[in-house]
């Protein structure tokens, strides 16, 4: 075997191609019960694998003599990401696909993610970020039942975001924080600082703190290009997987329908999700608000969860763990809770009665 670093991105890609060439294998394989009585064994042409690493492999060799790929390492030039990547056992066609990829991830290169300090693989630039949150931010609304038409409510609900993003790791991007009328208990967010939260998670919270940890939390999602890079992941292995079974990549292109959909309910890694709370956590004192409005909030979403289906838990971890390392940041910090905004009445009045006289 060959030892060799793998971007998490690259490496989740190579795991998806390996398993379809294992499961093609299997496939092909010779039927070895069916000879007839008079038929001679066919001998095998190609000679044994000799590599002790390899004896430990089925059997049975694919009726297509694979073939084997050596090492891929590539720099881009815009910065100093590396890629490197290693296949098992790939016919030529899988190889030309992973190739393409590759260079499509080098022609973008990587980005730099403030929140961790990494560069990162990202298919999407930075510019295009702000295009496809224009681009889809109204078909996201249309499918969370439409804005709150209550513009006092909209304002309030977006003052308390743009203190979030002034002092987020990315103060000089545009940020929409936007009510809608969605029942389900949710909040998302869409490249270029577009940021959902539903009628039904407004109705769920009690403090202005708690509202700011949602919103913090979604901030610190497009601070760190999360859901950019989540959308590159599905996006450039649809394209793949199409052109790999139909010959064709036009038909992984989606509608704006289908790619909001599937925005809404979008799932990050835990390690995205936890330098997500971490940093939301941070947006959150300095903006003036008291951690434990976070807490509270994971304390509310784990009650409800026992009650009914919570869409923001589909698409995050359980609270559980999550409160535990988050309590224990804010004990670390020692943060002067006393000068920190919790903001039960300013909610109440803003939202929470707002909204039972639209009911």
């Not at 590396?82 to 990829?101: E, F, R």
């Not at 038409?149 to 103060?171: C, F, M, T, W």
């Not at 969605?182 to 407004?202: E, H, Q, R, V, W």
């Not at 709370?277 to 009650?303: H, S």
Request: charged share 20%; glycine share 6%.
């Amino acid at each position: 075997m060959i030892n060799m670093m793998l971007t998490q991105h690259t490496q989740r890609f190579m795991k998806k191609i390996w398993i379809l060439d294992m499961e093609k294998q299997t496939q092909n394989k010779p039927n070895l019960t069916q000879n007839k009585a008079n038929s001679k064994p066919i001998k095998p042409k190609t000679k044994p694998i000799q590599t002790q690493s390899m004896l430990s492999m089925a059997a049975h060799k694919p009726a297509i003599k694979p073939l084997s790929l050596s090492t891929f390492r590539f720099t881009s030039p815009a910065s100093k990401c590396i890629i490197s990547s290693k296949m098992l056992s790939l016919n030529s066609q899988k190889v030309l696909l992973l190739i393409s990829y590759i260079i499509v991830c080098l022609c973008t290169g990587c980005a730099f993610n403030p929140i961790t300090g990494q560069q990162e693989l990202m298919l999407f630039p930075e510019k295009q970020d702000l295009e496809i949150g224009q681009q889809y931010a109204p078909e996201i609304e249309k499918e969370l039942g439409g804005k709150i038409e209550d513009e006092d409510l909209q304002n309030y609900i977006d003052s308390v975001g743009q203190k979030i993003a002034r002092i987020s790791h990315r103060p000089n991007w545009e940020y929409h924080y936007v009510a809608v009328n969605d029942k389900s208990i949710n909040a998302s967010a869409l490249p270029g600082g577009y940021i959902f939260i539903t009628k039904g998670m407004l109705e769920k919270l009690q403090s202005e703190s708690q509202l700011a940890a949602i919103l913090a939390h979604e901030t610190a999602h497009v601070v760190a290009r999360d859901t950019s890079n989540a959308i590159s992941n599905q996006i450039g292995l649809s394209l793949i997987l199409a052109a790999a079974t139909s010959g064709q990549s036009s038909g992984a292109v989606m509608t704006a329908a289908e790619l909001s959909r599937r925005i809404i309910g979008l799932r990050y890694s835990r390690q995205d999700e936890r330098e997500a709370d971490i940093a939301g956590l941070d947006y959150m004192v300095v903006a003036g608000y008291n951690p434990y409005g976070i807490i509270e909030t994971m304390k509310m979403l784990e009650a409800q969860r026992k009650e009914t289906v919570v869409e923001f838990l589909s698409s995050h971890p359980p609270p559980g763990n999550r409160i535990a390392y988050l309590s224990q940041r804010i004990k670390t910090k020692n943060h002067n809770l006393d000068v920190l905004n919790i903001g039960k009445q300013q909610y109440s009045n803003a939202v929470l009665d707002r909204l039972i006289t639209q009911d």
